[in-house]
Structure formats: C-alpha cells, structure tokens
C-alpha cells in the first residue's frame, strides 16, 4: 500500500507534483496525462530517486527516503536508465535475480516462461544491452522487474516501444500476475485503449496534479477521450 | 590529434606510442642517441637558416592533409559503426565465494573491461607499474630517499585507484538510477565499490614486489604504501566519490577524454598528498625515515582494520549527496 501526504516537488518554480493525498492499494492503477504532467517525476517520487520539496511517500506505513526496505519488494522500471548497458540481457538477468535471492536456475525458470514475449531476440542474442533496440531494452526492463516477484511493480509507459503483439502479451502478463497474488501494478501510458483495458483504477494527472480518480467503467474510455479532446 | 583517433581505434596504438617515448627516452639515457642534442640542433639550425622553416610548414600540410582525407572518407555515420563481433556472456566463477561483493564486483570488472575509457585507465596502471624504475633509481637507494620512494610506492600501487576512484560512482552514472531503486543495501554497494578498490590494489602490490630486487629495502616501503592505499586512501577516495555530481558517458572512450573532470579531482589528488604528507613528516624529521614509514603502514593497517566503522560514516555522507548525484547524473 503507497501513501502520499501533501506531496510537492518543484523545478525552477514550476510545480511538477502537487498531490495532498493519495493512497494506492492492490490492483491494476494507471496513470494518464499529458507530457509534463508529472508521471514520471511521482514515479521518481515513489522510488526515493528525487528529493521532495515537501511531503513523504509511505509504502507500507514506512517512509520511502528514511528506510531503504520497501527495495525488498518494489519493482520498477523508467527508462533505459534502469538497465546496465554493457552486460548481456542474461547477466543482467542473473544479477537481478541474485540481488533478490534468485538462483541462476530460479532465473532460468522465469525466463523459460517469457519466451513468446521476448520473440526471440533478448535471450542468447549475443549483443549487450546498450545495442539492443529500445522495444528490446524495454522487454528487459519488464522482465527484470517480473523477476523480482515484486508486491509493488511500477512501470512508466510500457506499452510506448511495444510492438502490438507484445502490448497484447504484456497486458495478458499483468492480469495474469495479478490473479495469482495481490499486489500493486502501477503504469503510466499514452495508450488510452490499453490503459482502461487492463487497469481497475484510472488516475488522471495535469500539471501535477490528480485531477480525476476514476473506477474503470465502460465509459472511462470516452470520459477520458473528451478531456484530451480539449 | 592522429595517435587520439588511432588509439580510439586501437588500443595498442597508445602502448605503441607509450613504447615509442621510452625507447627514445632511454636511448637518451644511454647516449645512444640524443633526440635533445638532435632537437636542439635543429631548432637553433632555424634561428639560423629562417628556409628550414618550410620543412615544418610541409609537415603541418601533411598532417592537416592527413586528417581531412580521414574524415571526408568516414563521413557516412554508417561507415563509423564497426560491427562488433558477438558477445559473450561471461561469468566470473573465481568471484562467487564472495558472495554478493562478488556479484558487485563481477559487474564493475565488466564495466572496466568492456568500456575503453575505464580500460584505458587499467592500462595505463599496468604500465605505470614499470615506473618504478623512475622512482627506484640507484641513486636515490643510495641516499635513502624514503620519502621519495614513499610518494613512488603510493603511485605504483595506487594508481588505479587514483584514475578510476575519481569518478567512483560517476562511472555508473548512466544507470545509477536503476542501481538506487534496485534490491541493494547502499552500504553493500558502497562496500563492494571498497571491495574492489582494495582488490585492484593488492594486485598490484603484489607485482609491485619485484621491485625488491633493486633493494630489500623497498619491500617494506611498498608495503607501508599498500597498507596506506587500503586503509586510509580508499576511504578517502569514497567521501570524495560521494561529492562528485557530474555524469560520466561510458560510451565515449579516448586517451585524452576529460568528460567529466573538474575541481573536485584536483582537490582529492591533493588531499591523498597532504595527508600522507602530515603522516610521514613529522616521524622522518623528527625521530628518523623508518619511523615515517612504519607510522604510514601502522596507521593504514588500523584504519583498514576499521573499515566497517569508516562504512557506516561513509553510507551517511552518501546519502546525504544522493539526490544531488542522482540529478547530476540523469544529466547527459
């Protein structure tokens, strides 16, 4: 469960987050904005990786930059910044599993389920990772994270450098993961076809702040459309 | 700027250059043939005849021609790209008992080998080990200079760590957000980076030890060095790690790369100085040489031996900069 008490963080004046109260418990969350509206600097939030001006993120009633536990069991992934460039997919898979107590066969094993969504080109590809394509790069990001077996799982636009095979895969993954134990699965995207397809709750986020907070219906997908109409 | 491009391409280009110097350098020493006497003559024969000016003109052509010829036929962003050969993944079963320190450790030897500037630097070390014939000379053995060889041995032995401890964490820079955010203790991390720190040193310790040939009495200067570099100049170069906040980009590899350097390096160079200076001093002058060098070797071996104590102070000043080395680094 994440907690957020009167969150700000600004840059050069500008608010980028602004949320006074929020709590995200189990179940599929998305988050939808346009550029600039924040996404991705409350993921950084969420993650201790930006210091904020005011306000805390609990996770689990702990606070996220005074304890370093909530690591144990928060999967992420943001950018290619969040994958070593110069190791094979697999070595990079082994180092993440034995950060989080995986032997190379628990590894092994997990990976041996993923392979239609890798298609072939992650595993024994020869390259490193700084010379995959970006919709590769981002598969092993994904993959890390479901490795980690995580109980909170944030991912930051997926679907953008997904072919549309993989999108449908990853969102099959997700629901999939979710049926089997509770957790959180917290995702931004631009897609707003997937997004109410596969999440339960909808946030919609503008200059920092959550505007709407939306129990997917079968309306959502219009709601949300005539707000981006504007 | 032609040895610059052909050492991006080639490593051996450098030691070739490196080879190059030295033959010339002890061709001169043992008057074989003096470039000085041949450059000085040279140089005043224009003062002398103003014509042999243009000798030198035609070499600035050449080497002005030279490059253009290189660019205009790489031009094409295609041509630039070699197409490597296929990789490996390796796995370093010699550093499993060390358990997750190993795993660490295994990740930052992949990033020194597999990215040039960080291997550039292991290179230069390993052929900086060979200075101690610059250091050792017969004369100073001679006359005792253990303050001399004190200041050598630090360099021989530490020098890796001086080149790569600059930037510590800046080397990870281009992933050190995933890094924070991942399932590892920031005291592990920092204790791996020690880890290997300290590993790199007593490799070269060890080779170091040749040395002992020209004089039994280096070997316990060289260990009084070791020791120094392991308990106290690898703490240092971590506080000062956790100072520095700006990004370091991997893929860009070159001999002469300053990416990245700023005032912060030449303060910690400085700062190894003065305090093995303070240490050393005060014993040679005042009670005798060999007490300097046992009081550095003392105190390294104490301050090694604290090193969990020194841990905890360091994760404290780590986190204290974290934000600020994680926003200076997402910056490319």
Known sequence: MITINNLVKAYNGKIAVNISNLEIGNGIVGLVGNNGAGKTTLFRLLLDLVKADRGKVLSNEKNVSENEGWKNYTAAYIDEGFLIPYLTPEEYFYFVGKLNGRSKADVDEILAGLKTFFDGSILKSGKYIRDLSKGNQFKVGIAACLLQDPEIMILDEPFANLDPSSQIRLIQMIKALIKKK????????????????????????????????????????????????? | ??????????????????????LVAAA?????????????????????????????????????????KFLRKNFYLENLEKSSGEKRSTDY?????????????????KLILRNKRPRMLALLAVIFLFYGYFFFKPENIANNNFGFFLFGAIFITGLFMINYGQFL??????????????????????KGKLFLLTSFCTIAFLLSLLYGFLSWKLIPILCAAWLFNIGIHAVLTCFIGTRNYKGLDLTKGAAFNYQGTGAAQWLYSFVILIVGAAIYLPFALLINSWSGIAAIGILGLISFLMQDWWLD????????????MLEGFREK
């Open chain 1, 182 to 230: 509770p957790m959180t699965v917290l995702v931004s995207s631009h897609d707003l076809n997937n997004i109410t397809d596969v999440c339960t709750r909808i946030l919609l986020m503008e200059k920092g702040i959550i505007i709407k907070d939306l129990q997917t219906s079968s309306d959502t997908l219009n709601e949300l459309e005539d707000y981006f109409r504007v």
């Open chain 2, 1 to 22: 700027m032609f040895i610059k491009r052909k050492t991006i391409l080639n490593q051996w280009w450098l030691i070739g250059f490196f080879v190059a110097i030295l």
């Open chain 2, 28 to 68: 001169d020493y043992f008057q074989i043939f003096s470039l000085r006497n041949w450059s000085a003559a040279l140089f005043t024969s224009v003062t002398n005849i103003p014509a042999i000016c243009v000798i030198f003109i035609v070499f600035a052509i050449a080497a002005w021609y030279n490059n253009s």
């Open chain 2, 93 to 109: 079963t010699f550093l499993r008992r060390f358990g997750v320190y190993g795993d660490l450790m295994a990740v930052d030897l």
């Open chain 2, 169 to 190: 964490f800046a080397w990870q820079s281009g992933h050190f957000d995933g890094l924070m955010a991942s399932n590892m203790n920031i005291k592990t991390y920092i």
């Open chain 2, 313 to 324: 102070k360091i994760t404290m000043q780590f986190q204290k900069h974290k934000y600020k």
